[in-house]
T-cell receptor
Framework: DAGVIQSPRHEVTEMGQEVTLRCKPI?????LFWYRQTMMRGLELLIYFNNNVPIDDSGMPEDRFSAKMPNASFSTLKIQPSEPRDSAVYFCASSSSRSNTEAFFGQGTRLTVV | DAKTTQPTSMDCAEGRAANLPCNHSTISGNEYVYWYRQIHSQGPQYIIH???NNETNEMASLIITEDRKSSTLILPHATLRDTAVYYC?????????????FGSGTRLQVQP
């Protein structure tokens, strides 16, 4: 398996533009997580899905952020409009809902909003 | 979820064992101890997890005290590639339905 695949790896956009980050989880995994990492705040959980249903979105910063999981093999995180403070590395992870299994992380998307 | 406490940073000489401590004094009876690490610019990577007994795999060993209030991750022969931030996380079973919550972790610097 190729692991969790995120795209793009790097994104530079202007303030006010819409940004869409993409994630393909490991086949067979039914839990998917979105994290954001900055120097100031570390790794923060934004939202996670189980069987394509959002379970906890309390970490989503504000209404500008939205996430979808239309099927078991794809998820998006959208920021509209983007702001410079959204600059961070965004990680996607997936795991199986069998007990005590590890989560696998993608390589992340480095977002820069100028 | 139980809170964990880890030292901010540690150094280790290459080839020596690295012992990374973690305190989790409020851990519940059914909560597991997980360790992940994050090498610079990469996504976090699972290392090992355990409940009560000591565990060992190809990457590391996990020693959990009898009262389960603390644990130690041991990298038996640290290499330069083990330089990373190490996170100790406590979670109940059925982790597929629960998200990992990362603290500040321990920044391990392996010195040549």
């Amino acid at each position: 398996d190729a692991g969790v695949i995120q795209s793009p790896r790097h994104e530079v956009t202007e303030m006010g533009q819409e940004v869409t980050l993409r994630c393909k989880p490991i086949s067979g995994h039914n839990s998917l997580f979105w994290y954001r990492q900055t120097m100031m705040r570390g790794l923060e959980l934004l939202i996670y899905f189980n069987n394509n249903v959002p379970i906890d979105d309390s970490g989503m910063p504000e209404d500008r952020f939205s996430a979808k999981m239309p099927n078991a093999s794809f998820s998006t995180l959208k920021i509209q409009p983007s702001e410079p403070r959204d600059s961070a590395v965004y990680f996607c992870a997936s795991s199986s809902s069998r007990s005590n299994t590890e989560a696998f992380f993608g390589q992340g998307t480095r977002l820069t909003v100028v | 979820d139980a809170k964990t406490t880890q030292p901010t940073s540690m150094d280790c000489a290459e080839g020596r064992a690295a012992n990374l401590p973690c305190n989790h004094s409020t851990i519940s009876g059914n909560e597991y101890v997980y360790w992940y690490r994050q090498i610079h610019s990469q996504g976090p990577q699972y290392i090992i997890h355990g409940l009560k007994n000591n565990e060992t795999n190809e990457m590391a060993s996990l020693i959990i005290t009898e009262d389960r209030k603390s644990s130690t991750l041991i990298l038996p022969h640290a290499t330069l590639r083990d330089t990373a931030v190490y996170y100790c996380i406590v979670l109940p079973p059925d982790t597929g339905r629960r998200a990992l919550t990362f603290g500040s972790g321990t920044r391990l610097q392996v010195q040549p």
